[in-house]
């Protein structure tokens, strides 16, 4: 019996709901000979030992754990090349995505109509429930036009995560995929290079069964940083821009918080004869502690947003780590001016040369040390 379907589940912390998702599965695709690759992320609450307890009894059932690593995106793009199908459909495991509509998207393909079908949220006929916070839909609207725009298909929701396509039409361009963040379809949509022919199917968007969504937080900043990374990340990785970027904006913290204490020193203590200097040593350090921590804060939500550190513990421990990887950051930037201008060079490449190091190693190091898994 050939296998006509290939279903992904990527699944993070989904143990309690994955037995009832295939049984699910098992009842709206009878008839139908498929397989189920869960690509799961090493989740904490023991979803792989769930897979696999459950593929134990059923071999069409296949777990791919990955250690070390975490994303949607990607997760969806192994499972979909692990597949023997020529079919392979991508949805939650959470109950979200209702597994009846999954025959009517295979027929579309399977009819020679269509390349790809997906289950649209907002499609005539289409309904959101609990799909209460108000926020999340007009982020999604504004990032449907964008998205629109981007991949030059209309689409009523290229945000689904609920979608299916032909396996060889997926492999011919997963190398040229970004696999970051949690855009998949757009990602597939920005990507492949033939037009799709695209079949949109309503769905009744139900509440998540059990546990919590891991994406809510940020799905703009992931939709915009998808973006950049699609057009410039081949030349400077995403991580690193960010990275940069928000060490730039550190620096204009830095000076303001200086300003700050200088001012308050001007105000009460110059009068009393206070050494100027000492005014300015109390500022560039306070300046300086207050910008490192705000960078470490919003490297810790943005730049790592995938291995956030939560909790007091955990959260200090990292800050710490920050710390000491910037002070060696800032040795090794000012080592390299240093000799740079010992040799010859103008004061202000030097600096820059010392300042792109000292960014580059600040980076380098802290990815390992404070937000690394080793
Ligand atoms: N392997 C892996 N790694 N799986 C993950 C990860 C990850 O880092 N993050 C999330 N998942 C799994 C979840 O366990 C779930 O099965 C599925 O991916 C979707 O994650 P949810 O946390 O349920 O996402 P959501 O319901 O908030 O978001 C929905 O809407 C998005 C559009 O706004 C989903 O349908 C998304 O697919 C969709 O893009
Ligand atoms: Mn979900």
């Not at 995106?73 to 192994?78: C, L, Q």
């Not at 597949?83 to 009517?104: I, K, N």
């Not at 940020?218 to 960010?242: N, Q, S």
Request: aromatic residues 10%; glycine residues 8%.
């Amino acid at each position: 019996m050939t296998i006509r379907l290939g279903v992904v589940l990527p699944t993070y912390n989904e143990r309690k709901n994955l037995r009832g998702m295939i049984e699910r599965l098992d009842k709206a695709l009878a008839g139908i000979s498929f397989e189920v690759i869960v690509v799961d992320d090493n989740s904490p609450d023991g979803t792989s030992d769930e897979a696999r307890a459950i593929a134990q009894d059923d071999p069409r059932v296949h777990v791919i754990q990955r250690i070390g690593r975490r994303g949607l995106s990607s997760a969806a793009i192994e499972g979909m090349c692990a597949t023997a199908a020529p079919v392979v459909a991508v949805m939650d495991a959470d109950h979200q995505h209702d597994p009846e509509l999954l025959p009517g998207m295979l027929a579309a393909i399977e009819g020679g109509d269509y390349d790809l079908s997906y289950a649209s949220r907002f499609a005539e006929g289409a309904s959101t429930e609990e799909w209460g916070r108000p926020d999340r839909v007009k982020a999604s609207n504004l990032a449907n036009r964008i998205a629109n725009k981007v991949t030059g298909v209309e689409l009523s929701d290229p945000m689904s995560g609920y979608f299916m396509l032909k396996t060889e039409t997926l492999r011919a361009d997963a190398h040229r995929l970004s696999g970051v963040g949690f855009k998949i379809l757009l990602d597939i949509l920005a990507t492949v290079e033939q037009p799709l022919r695209i079949k949109e199917v309503p769905m009744n968007f139900a509440a998540r069964l059990e546990g919590e969504s891991k994406l809510d937080r940020t799905v703009v900043f992931e939709f915009l940083v998808g973006l950049y990374d699609k057009w410039l990340g081949r030349w400077i990785p995403t991580r690193f821009a960010l990275f940069g970027t928000i060490g730039a904006l550190g620096v204009v913290v830095h000076m303001a918080v200086l300003a700050l204490v200088l001012n308050l020193f001007g105000a009460r203590f110059m009068v009393s004869h206070y050494p100027q200097e000492v005014a300015f040593i109390t500022g560039q350090t306070t300046a300086a502690m207050v910008a490192m921590t705000f960078n470490f804060v919003l490297n810790n939500e943005l730049t790592y947003a995938d291995k956030r550190l939560r909790g007091f513990g955990p959260l200090l421990n990292g800050w710490l780590r920050f710390l000491l990887t910037c002070a060696f950051g800032l040795l090794a930037n000012i080592g390299a001016a240093t000799a740079l201008v010992r040799i010859g060079f103008n004061p202000y490449p030097a600096a820059l040369v010392g300042i792109v190091l000292g960014s580059v190693w600040n980076f380098a190091l802290s990815s390992k040390f404070v937000w690394g898994k080793y």
